[in-house]
């Protein structure tokens, strides 16, 4: 079972590359971050033309996640239970469904934008509650994992240069101590290997040549529990889709089961 998890970065920008790639990678469930799009704008009918169905949480801004699967999609949960509010609103950064033999999750934690910014401190209530909702699955019998961008960078090597993220969000201290307390609900870090270069970096910079030069980071992360990590032949990253014209700032993160 091939499972993947790509911040799109607008799936209307980006429809006929995820098409092409779906077919080219025979991925069996894509968990998407940043549609940038409503739930009626998705492009569904193009997707189960080839053979996916979907799950989508999408308001038409910035956010926007989904669930495609041609291994099935039951008990589907849009949003995340217990949730914090930004704005007023509840903003779609969470879906959850059972496809096939795992549970899964695609989400997209919040930005933090700056250490001092009011959405620093949602990012933080944000992953506190996304700790308590997986709490069950995390330590149950079934495969189960959490993907999609997490918005940090678990340790230093995961950042191109550790010194240039001095004083800004996706590195500080009580970011990495909400994901290690998300991996102690019974969840591990399953980490790829890079087709490239040393270390698995998953995005980069548009600007400054940024891809390039490889000065990224490896925040689109998979996090899976005992009976999924376990199960988990091969993952990389493909970094050969941020390549050319019309790539998302992110590659696609693949996961192969032996399930």
């Known amino acids: 079972m091939r499972i993947a998890t790509w911040n799109v970065n607008s ?3 980006r429809l006929p590359r995820l098409l092409a ?3 080219s990678s025979g991925t069996d469930v894509l968990c998407v971050q940043e549609a940038k799009c409503t739930a009626e704008q998705f492009p569904g009918g193009e997707l189960r033309e080839i053979g996916y169905e979907c799950a989508v949480q999408a308001d038409g801004r910035w956010n926007g996640v989904a ?5 099935g999609l039951e008990d589907v949960v849009k949003g995340l239970p217990g949730g914090p509010e930004y704005g007023g609103v509840q903003e779609p950064r969470a879906i959850s469904a059972t496809c096939g033999p795992v549970r899964l999750w695609s989400v ?3 930005n933090g934008r700056e250490v001092t910014h ?3 401190t949602y990012k933080l209530k944000w992953l506190d509650a996304l700790k308590s909702a997986v709490g069950e699955d995390a330590s149950g019998a079934r495969p189960f994992a959490v993907l999609g961008d997490f918005n940090i960078a678990p340790a230093d090597e995961d950042v191109w240069d550790r010194s240039v993220f001095e004083g800004s969000t996706h ?3 009580p970011e990495r101590a909400a994901l290690a307390a998300l991996r102690g609900t019974g969840l591990s870090d399953v980490v790829p290997r890079p087709l490239k270069y040393d270390h698995p970096f998953t995005y980069w910079d548009y600007r400054q040549l940024a891809f390039p030069k490889n000065r990224g980071m490896r925040i689109d992360l998979v996090y899976g529990n005992g009976p999924f990590a376990g199960a988990v032949k091969d993952g990389y990253v493909d970094r050969e889709e941020r390549k050319g014209k019309g790539a998302s700032d992110h590659a696609p993160v693949v996961v192969d089961l032996d399930i």
Request: negative net charge.
């Open 108 to 110: 997209y934690v919040p």
């Open 171 to 173: 590195v500080t201290e």
């Open 11 to 13: 799936i209307t920008a």
């Open 118 to 120: 009011d959405h620093y």
């Open 67 to 71: 669930l495609i699967s041609r291994v």
């Open 21 to 23: 790639w779906l077919e």
